[in-house]
């Protein structure tokens, strides 16, 4: 079945550790998407690719990096800078404009 | 930039019509989508307005005004599993979507 898959479903850290969360996708679409959600908040855009190796940051892009060396995978690594990590995050992709986004189940990210 | 605002809460009884408004001010305006989202869940999608007007799907119909900078979804025949988030989210010219807060639904029997 095609889709998009995010692991693992809840992760947990201790404070000064960097950690990288998977999203793939056998869709065949171009862009992808990274948000978190905060309780009572909407989804805010962390990275975007529209392309294969190339990637724009989001309206929170500090203390995260990405990179999409396939078309398949966008993987989001959580640095240690990033002040208040604890969120749910959501990988989305999308075939081309005008099309919902479709999104993983999401990781629930837990730093203590 | 975007600025998106939907209300926080609305409750409404099992069979009844709820109607979440939308309204927002935008740099630049492709779409407006509404997904549902249930607790602990990734949104999935519900409607994509492009043109003014009103688009019907089943129980849910979504209605655009582009020149008010307005939408709403119209939930209809209310249903306990119908109890989620709502989100309305703004599709600007650079494929980015950006989202207002939601507006969580609460449906009583």
């Known amino acids: 079945d095609g889709g998009i898959t995010q692991s693992p479903k809840y992760l947990f850290r201790k404070e000064g550790q960097n950690v990288t969360l998977s999203c793939e996708q056998n869709l065949n679409h171009d862009a992808m998407y990274w948000y978190r959600q905060d309780p009572g908040q909407g989804l805010r855009l962390i990275y975007y690719s529209q392309i294969v190796n190339d990637f724009q940051k989001g309206d929170i892009a500090e203390g995260y990096s990405v990179s999409r060396e396939k078309k398949e995978s966008f993987p989001l690594t959580v640095t240690s800078a990033q002040k208040n990590p604890t969120a749910f995050y959501l990988c989305a992709s999308v075939g081309s404009r005008g099309y919902e986004q479709y999104f993983g189940p999401g990781t629930r990210l837990t730093v203590t | 930039g975007q600025n998106i605002d939907q209300p926080t809460e609305m409750t409404a009884t099992e069979g009844a019509i709820v109607q979440i408004n939308c309204t927002y001010q935008t740099s630049g305006f492709n779409g407006l989508f509404w997904y549902q989202q249930h607790a602990g869940e990734a949104p999935t999608f519900l409607s994509y307005?492009?043109?003014?007007g009103l688009e019907e799907k089943g129980r849910f119909s979504s209605f655009l005004s582009r020149s008010k900078g307005y939408s709403y979804l119209l939930l209809k025949e209310l249903q306990m599993k119908d109890s989620a988030s709502y989100l309305c989210a703004v599709e600007s010219n650079d494929y980015k979507l950006s989202f207002g807060a939601g507006t969580t639904v609460t449906v009583r029997a």
């Open positions: 307005n492009v043109l003014d």
